[in-house]
């Protein structure tokens, strides 16, 4: 039987009590560990073994543009599965950078399962 990562979420947003009510349901272990101090976040990206950054255009057409957190995250070794959205396009092809089309959660499932395989 494979055995199943955690799934560690930094930052804070929004979209919490949504996740955590999901995460409740399910048969992951979650952690939340809210917004987080530079050196915390660091810390964080060593323990880590994969980078997942999922995004999306909003409806007004507002979008990424090269988030910071991305490339923080391959310059600590990471490989980053992201949506290719805004900026993040630009990355498309480079090493260590698996993007997928927003939206498309079977193919950044896919990218996730590959990596981490």
Do not use: W
């Amino acid at each position: 039987m494979a055995v199943r990562p955690d799934l560690v979420l930094v930052g804070d947003g929004p979209e919490r009590a949504s996740l955590a009510r999901q995460a409740q349901g399910s048969n992951l272990r979650v952690r939340f560990l809210g917004a987080l101090g530079q050196h915390a976040v660091a810390d964080a990206m060593a323990a880590a073994d994969l980078f997942v950054h999922p995004c999306r255009t909003l409806p007004d057409g507002r979008s990424e543009g090269m988030p910071l957190v991305v490339r923080e995250a391959r310059a600590c070794g990471l490989p980053v599965v992201a949506s290719a959205s805004g900026g993040l396009r630009e990355l498309r092809g480079l090493d260590g950078y698996h993007l997928v089309e927003p939206g498309d959660v079977a193919a950044l499932a896919g990218a996730i399962r590959k990596l981490l395989g």
